[in-house]
Structure formats: C-alpha cells, structure tokens
C-alpha cells in the first residue's frame, strides 16, 4: 500500500459523472441498509435526481474526486425535505463514499463544501437520517454540529429484518 496521500478535489456533480454515480449508489443499494432502496437504479433512472441538484440554490450535489485518478470517492447532497411549501427552508442531507473510501477525511471535506454552499442560501434546518448502526456517521454528523432529535424505531425493512433511523437536525 502506497503512503502517498490522495489528492482530493470536490466540485459540484454534472451529468458525466451519472454512471459513476450511479454505480456508488448502487452498492449501498444491494450491500448495505444504508439506503432504504431495495432495487438497484440504471443511469437513466438516476438522471431526474441529478438533474434536481443544480450548481446553485439550496439543492446541491457536491463530488469528492481522485485528482490524479478523476475516481469518484464520494459525494453529498442537500435534498428537498418534504414538498410541502413551509418546509421549503428545510433540506435533508446525505453523504455517500465509495466503499473503500471511509476513514479518510473525504466525508468531512464533502459536508465543508457543501454548507459553505448553504451558507448563503435561504435555509433555516438541515436534516440528517442514519440507519442504525452507523457510527462513523453519526460522528460526522456531529462533527458538523448537527444534534440527535429522535430515532424512528424500526421504520425501514430489508435484507428480511428492520431497522431504526436516528435523525439529527443542523442549524443553518
């Protein structure tokens, strides 16, 4: 193993990046209870929720990137919280590594990016929901300041079993 240490940029997500993307997704899909998606998604399916993190405003999709390898190691959005209009200053928030990526820094570099972003945008909340057990998670989560409000108890079933959802709120 090298000890040369991985140069990362992180950018804003555009459309080449959909496949690669898409296939991180896809493992914490098939892999992990991390998402409560059960079936895999094609680039294609994936395209609307790109599409629906532009450059600007309080949705975005921000990547981690190998500069010398262009690999993807990670990415982070803020999403719509609910589509009802009074939630509208209220995002929820994710952050997604490539499977070999965790205990590097690039979640941290990802959730920097990215409210340095919010920071002037017209929000009020970010929320963050972690399928429990998730400890690396629920540490950078608290790292960026955000506080535990709850835990849905086993509101989510997959791989024959359920699972509880911690949720953590930010100011913003």
């Known amino acids: 193993m090298s000890s040369k240490r991985t140069e990362v940029l992180v950018r804003p997500g555009v459309e080449d990046d959909l496949v690669a993307l898409t296939d991180l997704y896809n493992h914490y899909v098939r892999e992990t209870p991390i998402t409560f998606d059960t079936a895999v998604f094609t680039p294609e399916e994936r395209r609307p929720w790109l599409l629906s993190h532009p450059e600007d405003g ?12 262009q690999e993807i190691l990670g990415y982070a959005t803020s999403s719509l919280y609910r589509a009802k209009p009074a939630y509208g200053t209220s995002v929820e928030v994710t952050v997604y590594l490539a499977p070999d990526a965790g205990g590097r820094g690039i979640g941290t570099l990802l959730y920097k990016s990215l409210f340095e972003d919010l ?15 998730n400890e690396a998670s629920v540490r950078l989560h608290e790292r960026f300041g955000f506080r535990y409000v709850g835990t849905y108890r086993e509101v989510g079933r997959k791989f024959g079993r359920y699972w509880d959802v911690a949720w953590y709120e930010k100011e913003l």
């Open 119 to 133: 920071a002037h945008e017209d929000l009020h909340r970010a929320y963050a929901g972690i399928a429990l057990p």
């Open 58 to 69: 309080p949705h975005r999709l921000k990547v981690a990137v190998d500069v010398d390898s």
